[in-house]
């Protein structure tokens, strides 16, 4: 691992972010990530978080038509609650601020007890949670659906609306739309190796993969001897198609788990269009890429988000952060 030590990675890679990106403030000590122009006159302050090794989620969304600040917990941990305290009062410009929020549990509790105390500071807070997976219910690491690849959607969305001025009710209307029109499935190639234990978290042979999977390397729903891109994306389309019954276009994140080359991925990619295509999902946009990580390993998931009109228009609105960037 290119590291100085698994106890110093998360705060090696924050001192890395501030030096690449002069435009983000980064805390290093206490795990920040904030728009430099923060707090925005007029503007909704958007927060996330989560623990690290999801690169770029969340630090990298940070920035213009995203959000205006990231936690950053210990890898796969959760952010501490004064984390996320610290980060509404940097962003809150008298509009108020929503909590976007994966469903895991430490996740959920630790924003909660922090609007909690955003609150008591006199600060108007909302939450929205991000449930997307559909290969699980009720995994080690939460009670529910996972939030995962939908989350990227939320962020979006919800960052356009806050950037044209919207209200905090509006914004968070915008990112409980998105989350609820989300959904995701993941499928891992191998384990992903954790800095602390230096090795693969799971045991999974070269001749097979595991459907289901999600970003913490969790059990998915089987596992099957190696199958084909083209059989993988079907049997994610499927999943999804079924769970979200789409009735109109679809926006879709093909995703890279971390270790998946891009020239994998677009043929991956390739292959879900056409699956979508064969089942007469329309595809309105389509993005390919490693957004919603798990460290190194080598695998993909599909997140498909039902949009209408005014999603569309969010989407294609200007975003200027470190992941994510068009249209400036």
């Known amino acids: 691992m290119l590291i100085n030590g698994p106890e110093r990675v998360v705060e090696d890679a924050l001192r890395g972010m501030a030096a690449a990106h002069p435009e983000l403030s980064v805390d290093v000590e206490n795990r920040l990530i904030v728009r430099r122009d923060a707090p925005v006159t007029g503007k909704v302050g958007l927060v996330s978080g ?11 969304f940070v920035g213009p038509g995203m959000l205006d600040a990231a936690c950053a917990g210990e ?10 305290t610290r980060a509404a009062a940097a962003v809150d410009a008298g509009e108020g601020v929503l909590f976007l929020v994966k469903n895991y549990t430490g996740d959920v509790l630790n924003f909660g007890m922090a609007a909690e105390e955003a609150e008591e500071e006199g600060r108007r807070v909302a939450q929205v949670l991000i449930e997307d997976d559909v290969a699980v219910t009720d995994s080690l690491y939460t009670a529910g659906r996972r939030g995962t690849g939908g989350t990227l959607f939320a962020e979006k969305l919800a960052g356009a609306a806050a950037e044209e001025g919207a ?68 049997v994610c389309v499927d999943a999804l198609a079924k769970d979200l019954r789409p009735s109109g276009p679809v926006m879709v994140l093909v995703n890279g788990m971390g270790g998946t080359p891009l020239l994998e991925l677009y043929g991956f990619g390739a292959e879900v269009r056409r699956a979508l295509d064969e089942r007469r999902v329309a595809v309105a946009r389509m993005l390919v890429g490693p957004y919603v990580t798990s460290l190194d390993m080598a695998g993909c998931s599909v997140t498909l988000c039902q949009a209408d009109e005014e999603m569309l228009r969010l989407w294609d609105a200007p975003v200027a952060t470190p992941g994510l960037r068009w249209g400036r």
């Open 75 to 84: 890898v796969f941990t959760s952010p501490v609650p004064d984390q996320m």
């Open 167 to 234: 209200p905090l009710e509006r914004v968070a209307d915008v990112a409980k739309r998105a989350a609820e029109s989300s959904r995701s499935f993941g499928v891992a190639l191998s384990a992903c190796a954790t800095p602390a234990r230096g090795g693969p978290t799971f045991d999974l042979p070269p001749d097979q993969l595991e459907l289901g999977i999600g970003i913490h390397g969790e059990p998915g729903r089987e596992r099957r001897p190696m199958m084909s891109a083209a059989e993988i994306a079907d």
């Open 50 to 60: 989560g623990g690290s090794g999801h690169e770029p989620l969340h630090g990298g």
